[in-house]
Every structure is written in C-alpha cells, then in structure tokens.
C-alpha cells in the first residue's frame, strides 16, 4: 500500500527556515506528481506546492511564492518543501500527497490527490 511519512516540522521563530521531507513507498514514485497542503487551526486545507513527475515543472500559491521552493529526488523516493522567510501565518500542519495528475492547474486542488501522508505540524513564533 501507498504510504506517505512527512518529517521535519517544528517550532521555529519568524524570519527563520524549516525543510520538510516526505518519503514514499508503495508506489513508483518517479511516475506521480506530488504536492504539500496545509490545514490552519479552524481552516480548511489549502494548497501550497506541487512538482511534476520529473520535477521541471512546480506551482506555488501565490501566499508562499518566493519563499518557499518544492523539489523532489526520485532516487531517494522523497520530496521536500524548503521554507525561508517564515511567518506566524505559515502555522499549520504540513502534509504531502500524491496527485494522479501529471501537471497543470489541476494540481492545485486536492480533487485528484488519493494518498495522503499524516502531517508534520510546523509552528512560527512571531
């Protein structure tokens, strides 16, 4: 079965970085693009980044652009989410998923992504 484990979240201060990672297993991981959402305390989980299968293509929303950079090492069967700049409102838990989509629009919603991991919580302190 499909399975996705986030690490790498924590407390870090505002201005301050994190990189989470997310490795799969179950699947083969160089033929899915794969996204980070995030879920705030009372809000809904919104999307933060997506990569294509080889990883030339990415998508940011515009909330995290220019601060935070999606990759992937297919080798290693893992993606990552390099978060600079961070600030209170990035407060939330992380999580990564696999899309069934190979690239596009789409993968910013959450409509095609079947397999979630369980969250990393990342906490900003302003």
């Known amino acids: 079965q499909v399975q996705l484990v986030e690490s790498g979240g924590g407390l870090v201060q505002a201005g301050g970085s994190l990189r989470l990672s997310c490795a799969a297993s179950?699947?083969?991981?160089?033929?899915?693009?794969m996204g980070w959402f995030r879920q705030a305390p009372g809000k809904e989980r919104t999307f933060v980044a997506a990569i294509t299968r080889s990883g030339t293509s990415t998508y940011y929303a515009d909330s995290v652009k220019g601060r935070f950079t999606i990759s992937r090492d297919n080798a290693k069967n893992t993606v990552y989410l390099q978060m600079n700049s961070l600030k209170f409102e990035d407060t939330a838990v992380y999580y990564c998923?696999?899309?069934?989509?190979?690239?596009?629009?789409?993968?910013?919603?959450?409509?095609?992504?079947?397999?979630w991991g369980q969250g990393t919580q990342v906490t900003v302190s302003s």
């Open positions: 179950g699947l083969t991981f160089s033929g899915y693009a």
């Open positions: 998923a696999v899309s069934t989509r190979g690239a596009g629009p789409s993968l910013k919603t959450e409509y095609d992504y079947p397999y």
